[in-house]
């Protein structure tokens, strides 16, 4: 059964950068997209983009192009997901997830999510 | 894309069934059969219950059940038990080629 496990928190200075990762155990990444999932203080779930392992292709959601990336490493099956020019706004929870490729470049769902790994984006 | 509509609380009482809905438009809810449910307990990550508007995930129970009527997609809890009591988002795909989340719906059981 696939886990994963994200990195731990992180105390960020507005205007900074912080890379989280994502970490797959029992299973490959080879018939799976891994997105990013975003989640504010008492708020709802965002999706921010995805990346496909095997392609290496990545997409991202219109409200965050520009300033996410979103990459994999297939030999630790290990995503990544690394967000620019921090502001109090972007403080949340962000999750990985995955999900089963589809015919578009975009997850119809997502089985497993990660533990979450809260981001404070404060001066 | 805005967010799917969803109603901010739902309450029921043990043992009973409720209904959560999910509104969206012809260019998402309405237009695809890829309307997810997800059950999320404070502090916790989100846990799918009802992926493509009507199946269930394996280990996920039958008191869980999913469904769609035009651009309005509806989760179903029936037989209500405590562990119930969360937090639930529906997601659908969308014409932009995008992924949208409703804004989540309080379940308390009484």
């Known amino acids: 059964q696939v886990q994963l496990v994200q990195s731990g928190a992180e105390v960020k200075k507005p205007g900074s950068s912080v890379k989280v990762s994502c970490k797959a155990s029992?299973?490959?990444?080879?018939?799976?997209?891994i997105s990013w999932v975003r989640q504010a203080p008492g708020q709802g779930l965002e999706w921010m983009g995805g990346?496909?392992?095997?392609?290496?292709?990545?997409n991202y959601a219109q409200n965050f192009q520009g300033r996410v990336t979103i990459t994999a490493d297939k030999s630790t099956s290990t995503a990544y997901m690394e967000l620019s020019s921090l502001r109090s706004e972007d403080t949340a929870v962000y999750y990985c997830a995955r999900a089963l490729l589809t015919g578009t470049t975009v997850p119809y769902w997502f089985d497993p999510w990660g533990q979450g790994t809260l981001v404070t984006v404060s001066s | 894309q805005s967010a799917l509509t969803q109603p901010a609380s739902v309450s029921g009482s043990l043992g009973q069934s409720i209904t959560i809905s999910c509104t969206g438009t012809?260019?998402?809810?309405?237009?695809?059969?890829?309307v997810s449910w997800y059950q999320q307990h404070p502090g916790k990550a989100p846990k799918l219950m009802i992926y493509?508007?009507?199946n269930r995930p394996s280990g996920v129970s039958n008191r869980f059940s999913g469904s769609k009527s035009g651009n309005t997609a509806s989760l179903t809890i029936s037989g209500l038990q405590a562990e119930d009591e969360a937090n639930y988002y529906c997601s659908s795909y969308t014409s932009g080629s995008t992924l949208v989340f409703g804004g989540g719906t309080k379940l308390t059981v009484l």
């Open positions: 990346v496909i392992p095997i392609f290496g292709t990545s």
């Open positions: 012809s260019s998402d809810v309405g237009a695809y059969n890829y």
């Open positions: 029992g299973d490959t990444f080879s018939s799976y997209s």
């Open positions: 493509d508007v009507s």
